[in-house]
Each structure stands twice: as C-alpha cells, then as structure tokens.
C-alpha cells in the first residue's frame, strides 16, 4: 500500500506544478507578453496572405504601400485602395494609396479587394499598418 499512496502523492505534485505553470502562462499571454508588436517599436507592415509589403509611408489621412505578389500568378486590384498598376503580375510590385486615418503609434486594419486571373474568383486580403 505503501508504494500506492507514494506514486500517487508523487503524480499529484506534478499535476499541481503542470497547472500553476499552464495558470502563469496564461496570464502572461491575457496581459500581451507573447505578442512581439508590443516589444517592437516604429513601423510595421504586414498581415497580408496574398501580398508581401514592401515598404509604406503615412500621413494622418493616408498611406502609400509597395505591395508584391506573393500568390504567383496575375492578379487585377479591384478595391479598397487606388493602386498602380492595378494589374499585377506573378512577382511584381505595385503602388498602393490607402485613404484613411492613421493615429501616430497606432495599428490600422487595411484591406484590398482583388481578382485572381487564373480562377476568376474575388478575393479581399486584410493586412495591417502600424503608423508612426
């Protein structure tokens, strides 16, 4: 009985430290310690699926961004921002023109609207800007 009571007391301990370090990490993850946009300052640019970006420039009205093609085939910009060419081909780059406001330190959402030359289908790719 002996060997019982000292397994069981043993695999109890663990599970009490395996739940106190699950509790610790949650908590750290709820106040945003594992998000790195936190710990890295000035400009970002990202979050696109479709597209890679390049380089932006913003003003409290408006953003310019350099989007590449990452899909790999012709893709026609159909909305969300005044881009140039708005017929992109596979690995190219094109200019694009965001109108809305941009709060200095702030992370914006911005979305662009496409067709994909190949299928057909209408497409919206969400990314985001973080001004400066």
Known sequence: MKKG???????????????AIVIIAAVLWYFGVFNPSKWTGGRQCGGFSSF?????TNTAANATVVLGNAVGRQLDITGGATCTPAIVGANQQTSCLFVQPFSPGTQSTVSIS???SQSGLNKTD??????Q
Do not use: S
């Open 5 to 19: 009571q000292t397994a069981l007391e043993y695999l109890v301990t663990y599970g009490w430290a395996i739940l």
């Open 52 to 56: 890679t970006c390049i380089d932006y």
């Open 114 to 116: 496409y067709t994909d």
């Open 126 to 131: 969400t990314g985001f800007l973080k001004a």
